[in-house]
């Protein structure tokens, strides 16, 4: 059985589709525990009444990142996961932190990475103008938003989106590529050789989603 720890910062719906498909497709694991860095994080309502442990590290209790992230750390390595997820976790890690979870922390990043790193990525792709926009889940490394790439989720761009309706239509696409990349994970599925992901059986590691009647132009 492995051992999952989920991170979140807010509303935790990421947090939420894994902890459901992992119930519900009997996955080989288990959410050991879900720990977020604000104590004011939806989510942790929701993993509380699943009978998940829960924890916060409030970052603003600490004087400097190093300090946090050896807390976090602390706090994390108490439930002893062979996988740490970052569901919507809006702390930039320092590289230690990074390398000690080195091969074992996922990411979701609300774009097609490499494109749109960083925060507001749904306006950065509005802005550019393309056509196609999307969901990225990807092994972190010590480079913001970038890491091999685990699984992709495209959806198109239509006439008259905003970054709001844009966001609900990849948010639609995490909630299916997650929960699918986690369960690659702890079935043993995923090797890494030279920063590239390999599936093992392979299977589409993309989905192309399109907007649905009466959504946009
Ligand atoms: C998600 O869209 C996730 O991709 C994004 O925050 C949202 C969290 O929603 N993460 C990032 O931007 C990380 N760089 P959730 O709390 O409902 O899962």
């Given at each position: 059985m492995k051992k999952l720890v989920i991170l979140i910062s807010g509303r935790g719906s990421n947090m939420e589709a894994i902890v459901r498909a992992c119930a519900s497709e009997g996955w080989p694991a288990q959410v050991a525990a879900v720990i977020a860095n604000r104590p004011d994080a939806a989510g942790l309502a929701f993993a509380a009444s699943r009978g998940i442990a829960t924890a916060v590290v409030d970052h603003?209790?600490?004087?400097d990142r190093d300090s946090f992230d050896a807390a976090l750390a602390e706090q994390i390595d108490i439930f002893g996961p062979d996988l740490v997820t970052l569901a919507g976790f809006m702390r930039v890690l320092t590289a230690r932190f990074v390398d000690h979870y080195a091969g074992r922390m996922l990411n979701v990043h609300p774009s097609l990475l490499p494109s749109f790193p960083g925060l507001k990525t749904h306006q950065q792709a509005l802005d550019a103008g393309v056509r196609l926009h999307g969901a990225s889940v990807h092994f972190v490394t010590?480079?913001?938003?970038?890491?091999?790439?685990?699984a992709q989720s495209a959806v198109p761009v239509v006439a008259g989106d905003t970054a709001a309706t844009l966001a609900a239509r990849v948010l639609a696409t995490e909630h299916i590529i997650y929960p699918r990349a986690v369960r690659w994970f702890v079935e043993g599925r995923l090797a890494l050789e030279d920063s590239r992901v390999t599936l093992t059986?392979?299977?589409?590691q993309w989905l192309f989603a399109g907007h649905t009647a009466g959504e946009g132009a």
């Amino acid at each position: 059985m492995k051992k999952l720890v989920i991170l979140i910062s807010g509303r935790g719906s990421n947090m939420e589709a894994i902890v459901r498909a992992c119930a519900s497709e009997g996955w080989p694991a288990q959410v050991a525990a879900v720990i977020a860095n604000r104590p004011d994080a939806a989510g942790l309502a929701f993993a509380a009444s699943r009978g998940i442990a829960t924890a916060v590290v409030d970052h603003r209790q600490f004087p400097d990142r190093d300090s946090f992230d050896a807390a976090l750390a602390e706090q994390i390595d108490i439930f002893g996961p062979d996988l740490v997820t970052l569901a919507g976790f809006m702390r930039v890690l320092t590289a230690r932190f990074v390398d000690h979870y080195a091969g074992r922390m996922l990411n979701v990043h609300p774009s097609l990475l490499p494109s749109f790193p960083g925060l507001k990525t749904h306006q950065q792709a509005l802005d550019a103008g393309v056509r196609l926009h999307g969901a990225s889940v990807h092994f972190v490394t010590s480079q913001l938003d970038h890491g091999p790439i685990v699984a992709q989720s495209a959806v198109p761009v239509v006439a008259g989106d905003t970054a709001a309706t844009l966001a609900a239509r990849v948010l639609a696409t995490e909630h299916i590529i997650y929960p699918r990349a986690v369960r690659w994970f702890v079935e043993g599925r995923l090797a890494l050789e030279d920063s590239r992901v390999t599936l093992t059986p392979p299977e589409p590691q993309w989905l192309f989603a399109g907007h649905t009647a009466g959504e946009g132009a």
